[in-house]
C-alpha cells in the first residue's frame, strides 16, 4: 500500500529552455531544484510519477546525525541545520521537529559500537553522548527493558515524509521552478559530448546541466547513457499506528525496531534489524562491487529471488527517444510490505513499550531503496559526460540529508564553493575495479589516526 503523499499539481506547460533539468522528485532532486532556483538558475524538475510518491515518503522521517558514516556527518550537520529552517524558506509544513534520537543498547557489543558512533560524532562537535539507565528512564519512561545504556542525540529530528517534499517543491517553484509532474526524461541529448537538453514524453526541454537525482531508477538511465552505475536495491517497510497517549515524544531505535512520533499524534513504525534485497540481473553484473558489503552485512540483508528478476529481464535497458520507456511503464514502485518484518518490529516494540500493546495499525507500506557498494551517496559530476551530474544512491539515508544533499548538488552544478567537502561522494570513487571502503574500515582508521578508541 502507497503512503498518501501531499498532492503537487504539475505547471501546464512544459518550458523550451532551462539552465538545469533535474530528474526525480524525491528529496534530493527538489532540494536541488529549491536551492538552485533560490540562486536565480531557471530550473525545470521532471517526475515521471508524483513528488515524493517513491522513497522519499516511505522511510522513517528521521532526520539524524546519530551514527553516521564519518563521510556524511558534516552533510548531515548542515541538513539540519537547513531542516530547522525549512517551514521558514518554504512557507509551508514540513513536518520538521527537533526530538531527539535515542539508540538503546541492550548488550555490551551495542555499547562498544555505540561508543565508536559517539567518538566519531565528538570530532565534528556534535552533541551527540552517552547516558545511562537513569537518563534513558527520563527520556522515554514506561520502556519494560533493561537497556545498559544509550547513544543519544538531542539535536536530531523528525520530519514527515508525505509533506517534506511536496513542501520543498513547492517552495523551488515559488522561486521560479517548473515542476512537471508525470513527465518521465526518456533520454539526455548532447552537442560537442556535452549535455544540450532532455527528451521527455512530452516534448524537449533544451538545457546546459542535468542533474539525475531518480533513486533505484538511476541505475537504468545511467545504462542508457553507456554509464557504469554500480547500484542494488533493498527493500525496507514501515507501519502507522494511530494516534496514541503516553508514547515516547523522542524518536527511538532498539534492536528490532524503530520508530518516531507523527504530527498526528500516531507512531510510524519499522523494522530496523534487516532489510530484504531481491536478486535481479544487476545483482551479477555488480557482484564483486558489492561482495566486500554483502560479505559483512550478511546477516542484516536477506536475498532472495521474487518477481522482480523476471521484471528486469524483461524490461529494455535500451530504447529509443520516440518509444515509451520504462520510466513511462511503472510511474510509482510500490513493492508488497513483507508482513512479517512488520510482525516482528510490533512484537519487539511492544515488549519494549507496553503501551504500544493498545497500537492501532492504520496501514503498513513498502519501499525500495537505492544502495551503493559503500552505502555513501553519488553526489557529483560525471567525467565522461560534461554538464551531467548525479545525486544518488542514498543507502536509507537520503531523507534526513536531503536538504544538505540539495545544495551541495546546487553548488557543484554551479561550479560555486561548496557547503561540505565533495570528495566523498564522488562518482569516480565508484569505477570498475576500486574496491569499496565501508564504514567498517573508515570508522578504524578514522579513530586510530585521531588517538581515539581502539582497533576492534
Known amino acids: 500500500m502507497s503512503p498518501p503523499v501531499q498532492k503537487v499539481v504539475s505547471n501546464p506547460q512544459l518550458p523550451k529552455k532551462v539552465d538545469v533539468v533535474v530528474i526525480g522528485g524525491g ?9 538552485l532556483a533560490r540562486r536565480g538558475i531557471s530550473v525545470a ?4 510519477g508524483e513528488i515524493g510518491a517513491e522513497q522519499s515518503s516511505r522511510n522513517w522521517g528521521w532526520c539524524r546525525t546519530l551514527s553516521r558514516d564519518p563521510r556524511e556527518l558534516p552533510l548531515a550537520i548542515e541538513s539540519l541545520r ?6 521558514a524558506m518554504t512557507g509551508r509544513e514540513t513536518g520538521f521537529r527537533q526530538c531527539g534520537i535515542l539508540s538503546l543498547c541492550a548488550t555490551e557489543a551495542e555499547m562498544a559500537d555505540a561508543r565508536r558512533a559517539d567518538d566519531e560524532a565528538r570530532l565534528y562537535q556534535s552533541d551527540a553522548r552517552m547516558i545511562g539507565p537513569e537518563a534513558i528512564q527520563a527520556l522515554v519512561p ?9 547513544h543519544f542525540a538531542p539535536s536530531d529530528g523528525r520530519a514527515e515524509p508525505a509533506l517534506a517534499a511536496p513542501a520543498i517543491a513547492e517552495g523551488a517553484r515559488d522561486a521560479g521552478a517548473c515542476i512537471l509532474t508525470g513527465c518521465a526524461v526518456r533520454g539526455v541529448e548532447t552537442k560537442a559530448g556535452a549535455v544540450s537538453g532532455v527528451v521527455t514524453e512530452k516534448g524537449t526541454i533544451a538545457c546546459q546541466s542535468v542533474v539525475l537525482a531518480g533513486g533505484v531508477w538511476s541505475r537504468l538511465m545511467c545504462h542508457s547513457l553507456g554509464l557504469r552505475l554500480p547500484q542494488l536495491n533493498v527493500q525496507g517497510n514501515v507501519m502507522r499506528t ?3 497517549e503516553g508514547g515516547p515524544e523522542v524518536s527511538v531505535r532498539g534492536r528490532g525496531f524503530g520508530l518516531r512520533k507523527r504530527l498526528d499524534g500516531g507512531y510510524n513504525i519499522a523494522y530496523g534489524l534487516s532489510n530484504e534485497a531481491q536478486i535481479v540481473p544487476d545483482s551479477f553484473r555488480y557482484l564483486f562491487d558489492f561482495l566486500p558489503r554483502l560479505m559483512i552485512e550478511r546477516k542484516s540483508i536477506r536475498l532472495r529471488i521474487g518477481k522482480r528478476f523476471l521484471q528486469e529481464v524483461l524490461d529494455a535497458r535500451k530504447w529509443g527517444m520516440d518509444e515509451v520507456s520504462p520510466f513511462e511503464r511503472t510511474r510509482i514502485l510500490d513493492p508488497k510490505v513483507i508482513q512479517s518484518d512488520m510482525d516482528a518490529a510490533l512484537r519487539n516494540l511492544r515488549a519494549a ?3 504500544f500493546d493498545k497500537a492501532e495499525i492504520v496501514e503498513s507500506w513498502g519501499g525500495l531503496i537505492d544502495a551503493t557498494p559503500d552505502a555513501v551517496p553519488v553526489i557529483s559530476a560525471v567525467d565522461e559526460l560534461p554538464g551531467f551530474f548525479l545525486s544518488t544512491g542514498y543507502s536509507g539515508h537520503g531523507f534526513g ?3 544538505g544533499a540539495g545544495r551541495l548538488t546546487a553548488d557543484i552544478v554551479m561550479g560555486a564553493p561548496t557547503v561540505v567537502d565533495p570528495a566523498p561522494f564522488s562518482f569516480n570513487r565508484l569505477r570498475k575495479g576500486s574496491k569499496p571502503v565501508l564504514k567498517q574500515d573508515l570508522r578504524r582508521n578514522s579513530l586510530q589516526s585521531q588517538g581515539i578508541g581502539g582497533a576492534n
Open 27 to 35: 528529496i534530493a532532486g527538489v532540494s536541488t531544484a529549491f536551492f
Open 45 to 48: 524538475l521532471c517526475e515521471k
Open 82 to 87: 537547513l531542516w530547522r529552517q525549512m517551514n
Open 142 to 150: 514506561g520502556t519494560d527493558r533493561p537497556w545498559i545504556g544509550a
Open 242 to 244: 494511530a494516534p496514541l
Open 353 to 355: 513499550f507496553p503501551v
Open 401 to 403: 540529508i536531503g536538504p
